[in-house]
């Protein structure tokens, strides 16, 4: 019984993986697609990248985090969020960098805000956001877990 337990709990992970990859990989559409139209691409065209799919599945396990600050109050959630994300940002772009040659994300020579092309500073309010909205993702699969 303990290993039929263990291994819905894999799934359901797996399929959480999966949802937040497929729901990272829809922002970053939408939100390269609106950039180019406010850049004056009437066709709003939208780019990501095949390595950023397990990166956004990697909020998996940012879930445990939720769970503990969940009744923090807003303002600390959202800095706790943003440095997360710039971790994660700065750790993956930097494996991908090493083992690949090329990090999905390039901010070299961005601004002063910029580090080592690998986050920027500046980020800090959508980072912010993000997080915020991470905990909105993760609240709506805790309310449908049953049919997962």
């Known amino acids: 019984m303990y290993y039929l337990s263990i291994k819905k709990q894999n799934n359901t992970m797996l399929l959480r ?13 939408l ?8 850049g004056g691409d009437p066709r709003l065209r939208s780019t990501t990248y095949l390595w950023m799919f397990p990166i956004y599945g990697l909020a998996v396990f940012l879930e445990p985090v939720h769970d503990r600050i969940r009744y923090w109050p807003v303002l600390l959630r ?3 969020w943003t440095l997360l994300i710039w971790g994660m940002e700065y ?25 080592q092309g690998l986050i920027r500073l500046d980020m800090a309010p959508l980072w912010f956001v993000t997080g915020l909205l991470f905990e909105k993702a993760h609240d709506f699969i805790k309310r449908v877990a049953g049919v997962l």
Not at 17 to 29: P, R
Not at 93 to 114: M, V
């Open 17 to 29: 993986f999966i949802f937040y990859g497929l729901l990272g990989w829809g922002l970053e559409v």
């Open 31 to 38: 939100w390269t697609g609106i950039e180019s139209g406010l």
């Open 78 to 80: 959202g800095v706790i």
């Open 91 to 115: 750790v993956t772009g930097g494996l991908l960098r090493l083992t690949t040659g090329y990090s999905p994300w390039d901010y070299s020579g961005s601004g002063p805000w910029e580090i």
